[in-house]
């Protein structure tokens, strides 16, 4: 989203005023406390917010409205805890202790023996939930990775205030990505029906029918998903392209050759994020990698070999080989957009950059992977010095979209408006009534950007039409 600052009198900028509830300064760490008469009436609005993030994502009841009534008399219920860095919340093999919700800080899903990362849990994210909706034994060792508040609903409360879910174990594991470490799961059939389906969502493969799909997952090996831990390279600057990493769950960041980063990537825990794509552009086109890609925490990732692809294409010729036919023209027809541009720009311009600062933009967050894709793969790369228009009045009444990869643009409308309105590196500029139609987009800095024309955002949007797109408000 760009950036707003009221036009004072005397022609400064004065920023908007910081919401004290959500600033890093006004914590809710505090003395340790164990105060069981903490309820949902003196909640920060913080910590409520991310407790009914939490009890969303769970197999509650069905129907917002039910979900919400369920949301309010949950959290009167529920007890602030807090947790030293490095101290064990649950123990695999325990009793449950109820459903834990993350309000502050971040906690870390470990081994048995406390050796090894399973998965990293931040604010709004929660644990615990396996073995009080299953009645098992807890499946996984959660401890404090830093200091941190903890949401937690009893066993007594939660039985009595969440009603029965209707899904299965494995299922479950499923759903959310989970690595299998109970068992009373078949670790296997877990982790193929896992790949099925993160592959199956992923635009790359979202042609390919079953039995090719299936196919191409009995080639992987020595695992169908691997764990890297946090601070891991997945792919580094000149790598060649022999192969697909598809992030399944996890953050990680994309960085150009003098490791300035350029992009996160989040592919969130709660199992409803699209996998990310890693590497097609350089088995498409043939080439090598323009960025370093490392994880921020531990990724769960799932390793394609071209030769496993090549094998399957070969096999489904009239299938998977017909729809990878197609993406490599699409492909073809990128690498031909000004590549002048594309030589002095080599890591901005990297498909995965694109997508990926599209996929973060607060614009086009209610926007499937695969429409993402459709308008990162039609984007038209544009250099620009200070001073220039890289968004006529036409183009703005239309509905153009314009991504900033570098520099800085600003909105120059009539003298009436109040606001300058810029957008920065990674923003994207979406026009909205509020702005006037008489608008230009001005460089203000030497950049270059990514134009989709507005003819190209309603063929995509008619095509996914289950995306919308989130308009700027104006600013108060």
């Known amino acids: 989203m760009g950036n707003t600052n009221e036009r004072t009198p005397g022609g400064g900028e004065q920023g908007e005023e910081e919401d004290p509830h959500y600033s890093r300064s006004h914590s809710i760490i505090s003395a340790r406390s164990h105060n069981p008469d903490v309820n949902s009436h003196v909640l920060p609005p913080i910590a409520f917010q991310r407790i009914r993030k939490c009890l969303l994502s769970l197999p509650l009841q ?4 039910m979900r919400e009534e369920a949301i309010e008399r949950v959290a009167k219920h529920v007890i602030l805890k807090t947790y030293d860095a490095g101290e064990d919340v649950i123990m695999k ?5 109820g459903i834990f919700m993350i309000v502050e800080g971040s906690a870390r899903v470990m081994s048995e023996k406390g050796d090894e990362i399973l998965a990293n849990l931040s ?3 929660f644990f615990g939930e396996i073995s009080l909706i299953f009645d098992i034994p807890c499946t996984a060792r959660v401890q404090a990775d830093k200091t941190c508040v903890l949401a937690q609903l009893e066993p007594s409360s939660a039985r009595r205030l969440l009603h029965r879910v209707q899904i299965g174990l494995l ?9 299998p470490t109970s068992n009373q799961i078949d670790v296997e ?3 193929r029906r896992m790949t099925y389906t993160s592959l199956k969502s992923c635009p790359t493969f979202e042609e390919w029918e079953e039995e090719p799909l299936k196919t191409l997952i009995l080639y992987l090996d020595p695992a169908m998903v691997i764990l890297y831990q946090p601070h891991t390279p997945v792919l580094c600057v000149n790598d060649p392209p022999t192969a697909l990493y598809v992030i399944i769950r996890g953050s990680a960041i994309i960085q150009d050759n003098n490791s300035r ?9 709660h199992g409803d994020d699209d996998p990310v794509v890693i590497g097609e552009e350089g088995l498409h086109l043939g080439k090598r990698s323009m960025v370093s890609i490392t994880t921020s925490t531990c990724c769960e990732v799932i390793h394609i070999k071209e030769e496993w692809i090549q094998s399957t294409v070969d096999e489904y010729p009239d299938d998977a080989g017909a729809s990878w036919s197609r993406l490599q023209t699409r492909w073809r027809a990128l690498l031909n957009k000004d590549r ?3 030589h002095k720009y080599p890591a901005l311009l990297q498909s995965e950059v694109i997508y990926q600062m599209l996929k973060n933009s607060s614009v086009l967050s209610q926007c499937s992977s695969h429409c993402v894709q459709h308008l990162a793969l039609q984007g038209i790369p544009q250099e620009f010095q200070v001073e220039d228009y890289v968004c006529i009045p036409e183009e703005i009444a239309e509905g153009s979209l314009v991504l900033v990869l570098l520099g800085e643009l600003e909105l120059v409308t009539g003298s009436d408006m109040r606001y300058v309105y810029t957008v920065g590196d990674g923003e994207v500029f979406c026009p909205n009534k509020w702005m006037g139609s008489k608008g230009k987009l001005v460089a203000r800095s030497e950049g270059v950007a990514i134009k989709i024309d507005s003819s190209v955002v309603t063929e995509t949007l008619q095509k996914f039409p289950d995306c919308i797109l989130i308009y700027p408000p104006e600013p108060q």
């Open 93 to 97: 093999g325990q009793s449950t202790k």
């Open 123 to 125: 604010e709004g994210e």
């Open 340 to 342: 002048q541009l594309r």
């Open 171 to 179: 299922d479950w594991f499923v759903i959310r990505r989970y690595l």
């Open 62 to 65: 069905d129907g917002q409205e």
């Open 261 to 269: 980063p350029l992009v996160s990537i989040d592919v969130s825990n």
């Open 189 to 191: 059939r877990c982790l």
